[in-house]
């Protein structure tokens, strides 16, 4: 049986580590960006900004999709993606919960 090192650490370090790696690519952080500004886009969309070809788009896209990060609607014949607000701020509290430990501890 394997042993699996995700077990040492808190559910919410691993939920910040995995939130943090999904920010940690430019080519999404565009993408979390422009659907930020836009609202629902399709891939199109996104991909009309000029820099980021289609495959990628889609690629990273289905991996926000996947960790729960964008939200999606099919409107054949497209789908349009949005970001999960929901998520996006669950995420952004435990991130700020997490250095205010940090700032906490300096000023004692």
């Not at 080519?27 to 969309?45: F, K, M, N, Q, W």
């Not at 495959?55 to 054949?76: F, I, W």
Request: glycine residues 6%.
């Amino acid at each position: 049986m394997a042993f699996s090192k995700a077990n040492l650490y808190h559910e919410r370090e691993q939920r910040i580590s995995e939130f943090m790696r999904l920010g940690g690519h430019p080519a999404r952080l565009i993408i979390l960006y422009h659907l930020y500004l836009e609202g629902p886009c399709t891939v199109e969309e996104i991909t009309a900004v000029g820099y980021l070809r289609q495959s990628t788009v889609s690629r990273h896209l289905a991996t926000l999709r996947d960790q729960g990060m964008v939200l999606y609607e099919e409107v054949n014949p497209y789908i349009y993606y949005t970001l999960d607000g929901e998520m996006m701020k669950k995420m952004e509290e435990e991130i700020m919960r997490f250095f205010e430990r940090f700032r906490s501890r300096d000023q004692n």
